[in-house]
């Protein structure tokens, strides 16, 4: 088997931004390994997906303990694909994780508690076979776990030379700025924050994109093409080759409905017009907001990296496009 080498050319297309008012720069794409990473898949496949990401200047890849199936096997598949094929390559790579879902039996094995979240680094760090992680996420707000106590276990974190930035995940607007307050005063800022967000789901609109532009705090946002539907792949049927067929755990058929059908069809006119296919432009639309860096996807097949990538092409929305945008999104009201 020929050794990999990654393309002289990796840098040439990307684009890089500034994780907000950090030093780091991350792509404006980044690959999230939630799906496709777990013993559904062949390591090989896993593999080609990594190298072809990496190979397109993607040098920010996405983790959590949780991911597989079975949990922790994403990390465990990761490291194995590390250390075969990128080993020269770790300083060119921003490598993220995350704790604070479910993850192992018993009241240790979840949440946001000193207790889970050192254990969960430690056994992370151990699945990976690495000293440290770039970024480690609270994966999710634990409003029963005193924030000082979470915020602590992620400085010592930091401290401990275990991972080198922080982040918190699905943390709202008040929880964000009361958690960025107490990192700030350890020395040890949140300099990114991972919400989901999509042309479908604009929930950050509501004060959260404000806190983080104020407190210069990045975002990585989760699920821009809403797990294929933002593709138009769905509108003839389920492909056999879907995720909601081959692993519907997160996607199910009941998301489907005219309603959906008659928006997508309508953005992918739009995305038409623009020279782009519909996963290009809603990648691109969520890169319009300020205070979005990247745009963290999941892919099946490498093909699908190089088309999302291509959404760099085309960034700009004229005013009347995104008037157009809102037109189509904010149909559901009127019904
Ligand atoms: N922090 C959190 O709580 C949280 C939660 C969820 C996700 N995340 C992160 O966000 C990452 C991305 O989530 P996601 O995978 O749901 O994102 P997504 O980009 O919305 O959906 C990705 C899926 O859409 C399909 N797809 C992608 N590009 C396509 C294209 N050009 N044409 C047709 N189909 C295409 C593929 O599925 P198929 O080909 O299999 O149909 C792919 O796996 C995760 O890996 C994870 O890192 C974080």
Not at 102 to 128: C, Q, T
Not at 276 to 281: G, S
Not at 306 to 311: F, G, Q
């Amino acid at each position: 088997m020929m050794e990999y080498a990654a393309s002289d050319t990796r840098y040439q297309g990307m684009k890089y931004a500034r994780c907000g008012k950090s030093g780091l720069m991350l792509p404006r794409v980044s690959l999230g390994l939630w799906h496709n990473f777990g013993n559904l898949t062949l390591l090989d496949e896993q593999a080609n997906l990594l190298k072809a990401a990496f190979d397109l200047g993607i040098t920010y890849f996405d983790i959590a303990d949780n991911y597989g199936p079975p949990y922790g096997e994403a990390e465990r598949n990761f490291g194995r694909i590390l250390s075969k094929d990128f080993k020269p390559y770790r300083d060119e790579l921003i490598i993220s994780t995350k704790a604070g879902y479910d993850m192992w039996p018993g009241p240790y094995g979840n949440y946001g508690s000193r207790k889970h979240l050192i254990a969960g680094i430690d056994a992370s760090l151990k699945r990976m076979g690495l000293e440290y992680v770039d970024i480690f996420y609270h994966h999710r707000p634990d409003d029963e776990t005193p924030l000082e106590e979470t915020c602590e276990a992620l400085s010592s974190i930091v401290n401990q030379g275990k991972a080198l930035y922080i982040g918190l995940s699905n943390y709202k607007p008040e929880g964000t700025i009361h958690a960025s307050n107490i990192l700030r005063d350890n020395h040890t800022p949140c300099v990114i924050h991972q919400p989901s967000y999509s042309m479908l789901n604009r929930w950050i609109e509501d004060g959260l994109d404000k806190v983080l532009l104020d407190k210069g705090i990045g975002s990585a946002v989760f699920k821009p093409l809403e797990q294929g539907l933002l593709t138009g792949k769905y509108n003839d049927g389920i492909p056999s080759d879907s995720r909601m067929k081959k692993d519907p755990r997160f996607l199910k058929q009941e998301a489907l409905n005219e309603q959906l059908f008659s928006k997508i069809s309508a953005l992918s006119r739009l995305a038409a017009q623009r020279g782009q296919t519909l996963a290009q432009m809603a990648i691109a639309w969520v890169l319009q907001n300020p205070c979005v860096t990247t745009a963290l996807i999941g892919a099946s097949r490498p093909s699908q990296i190089v088309e999302n990538v291509r959404a760099l092409e085309n960034l700009d929305f004229a005013q009347d496009e995104l008037r157009h945008i809102e037109g189509i999104v904010a149909s559901r009201e009127s019904e």
